[in-house]
């Protein structure tokens, strides 16, 4: 079974500040999405005055909670660390400098996008506007060993802009095959092959030997 990842980037539609892989996936995620009737200044100018009433789509939210557990309830690796070398309150601030703090080059909160199967295949970038957790287990020492986290994230203004997507979404993962390169890729998922540097920067790579036959990379929407 694949984890929950979270990315954060420094912009909304790249640079990527770092990755969260939960430990233990949500039970429930909520996604909120609506629509709004469109103002007359928005309506086409030669509208039919009986016509129904225009709407637009605005931008989805994600109410979703999940733990962090070092008790030993659970037998399994926090954001892909070992139990024994872990601290919770560290991987809590990890997770807030991967969704929370605000970047020192943009003075903006980060843009995050999420990663699990299908579930967010729909929600473009977007950006955590309530992120709260609870200690609820602890060491004899005071030391934390369980975590609720409650975070809520709202759809950027990429979801307006997804016309200009021409690529495929957040959460396609290609692997990569024998003698594949970043222009290939760039060729393959965008026909182009002048956006290979910006699928290098999106997943970190320094040079063209990080691509490993079987490794995954993550396809950025790239805007043309």
Not at 10 to 24: M, V
Not at 194 to 223: C, F, H, Q, T
Request: charge should be positive.
């Amino acid at each position: 079974m694949s984890d929950l990842i979270i990315y954060g980037f420094k912009y909304d539609n790249g640079g990527r500040i770092g990755s969260f892989t939960l430990q233990i996936n949500p039970i429930n995620i909520k996604i909120t999405a609506g629509l709004e009737n469109l103002k007359d200044d928005d309506k086409d100018a030669s509208r039919n005055a009986r016509s129904k009433p225009s709407q637009k789509r605005q931008p989805q939210t994600i109410d979703m909670k999940f733990t962090i557990d070092k008790t030993g309830v659970v037998n399994k690796q926090i954001n892909r660390k070992n139990l024994s070398s872990v601290s919770i309150a560290e991987e809590i601030n990890n997770l807030r400098n991967v969704c929370v703090h605000p970047n020192w080059h943009t003075h903006k909160n980060p843009f995050v996008a999420l990663q699990w199967g299908d579930t967010f295949r729909n929600i473009f970038y977007g950006q955590t506007t309530s992120f709260n957790y609870n200690y609820t287990f602890f060491a004899k020492d005071g030391s934390p060993l369980r975590a609720e986290v409650h975070m809520k994230i709202k759809e950027g203004e990429g979801w307006k802009l997804n016309r200009n997507f021409q690529s495929p979404d957040i959460t396609k993962t290609p692997l990569i095959k024998d003698k594949d390169t970043l222009v290939k890729v760039s060729i393959d998922n965008y026909d182009d092959k002048n956006y290979y540097l910006r699928i290098a920067e999106y997943n970190n790579l320094v040079s063209i030997r990080d691509m490993k036959n079987g490794n995954k990379i993550i396809l950025p929407p790239l805007r043309k």
